[in-house]
């Protein structure tokens, strides 16, 4: 029964957007859907790379730039590995050494070296705060935990160029992973923890083993990510808490966290769960779920302001105190 009320891949969602939200957001869940993707053999990696160049293409042709988003980003490194860095307008003052670290999301593959666009809740500008997105190393040639040690590079880099509590970390969707499992490692490192972290739809789960990934299969635009995460992995398990940080252990002084995620989002039950986690670990945590939200942004919709409200106001509050 559930398979006959799947819409085609490609055709648009399975279901009529809900009269509850904007017009703008029902739009948005009309228009065209990607087709599922066919990935390649594990053990292929020309074919992979050639995978990833026509999407990241793909990408630009739709004209998501760092120049379109608005933002003025630098290349830079830190402890080695590059970055992408946005410069707020504070020079003095302790405001002036606040920065946000962003891991950009793309499964995992995509969006990275000259395509890498810093996906953040809001802009620079907004936060008027110095923003750092790692261009971090990815598969098929760096697997993990190339990526995670990249990331977490940085963040020691940043934790004693600026302070602990002036840093929070924040990454969307495969972002969201990495950041989640670089504080496990770094809780596990001793290194101090940030002021807040920003979880927007993490793909904290890389097993897929949440009922959502059933419930909303062929229902959001993003479908099952389980070759990539299989390549991402390179033989490690993936309950691995680095690999999948829904399994990790938040005990011990865990920051603040913001979780966000939709009931249209394939990666709701990473959202759920992880805040169900977080609380039996004492850990300070908001969960914020949007009406019809599929993984992402509506991208133009009055909903997404209203993300980036609820973004802007809790990383306000980790840096108050």
Not at 97 to 112: E, F, K, Q, T
Not at 192 to 202: D, I, R, T
Not at 264 to 284: E, G, I, P, T, Y
Not at 310 to 316: A, H, L
Request: proline share 7%.
């Amino acid at each position: 029964m559930a398979s006959e009320l799947l819409g085609e891949r490609g055709s648009g969602p399975a279901f009529p957007p809900p009269k509850s939200i904007s017009a703008e957001a029902q739009q948005a869940l009309l228009g065209q859907w990607p087709a599922a993707l066919s990935y390649p053999d594990l053990h292929d990696r020309e074919a992979w790379r050639a995978l990833i160049r026509d999407y990241n293409e793909s990408l630009r042709r739709l004209g998501l730039s760092n120049e379109a988003c608005g933002q003025s980003l630098t290349r830079e490194a830190l402890a080695g590995v590059p970055v992408g860095v946005i410069r707020s307008t504070l020079t003095e003052g302790d405001k002036a050494r606040r920065v946000y670290l962003d891991i950009h999301g793309g499964a995992l593959i995509y969006l990275g070296g000259d395509c890498l666009v810093p996906l953040l809740p809001l802009s620079a500008s907004v936060l008027d705060v110095d923003v750092v997105s790692v261009d971090y190393r990815m598969p098929p040639d760096h697997p993990y935990p190339a990526g995670l040690e990249d990331c977490l590079a940085v963040y020691r880099a940043l934790v004693e160029e600026r302070g602990a509590e002036n840093i929070v970390v924040g990454g969307s969707s495969a972002g969201g992973n990495l950041a989640l499992a670089l504080l496990l490692k770094a809780k596990d490192e001793g290194v101090s923890m940030p002021a807040g972290l920003v979880l927007l739809s993490p793909e904290a789960d890389l097993t897929e083993s949440g009922d959502s990934f059933q419930v909303l299969a062929g229902i959001d635009r993003m479908a099952s990510l389980m070759p990539v995460n299989l390549l991402y992995a390179a033989g490690a398990p993936l309950t691995d808490p680095y690999v999948s940080p829904l399994f990790g252990d938040f005990s011990g002084g865990f920051p603040p966290t913001f979780i966000q995620s939709g009931t249209r989002d394939l990666f709701l039950s990473n959202a759920v769960r992880l805040h169900r986690a977080l609380r039996r670990a004492k850990v300070q945590a908001e969960l914020h779920v949007w009406e019809a939200l599929p993984h992402g942004k509506f991208f133009g919709a009055p909903e997404d302001l209203e993300i980036d409200d609820e973004v802007r106001g809790f990383i306000e509050r980790c840096w108050s105190g």
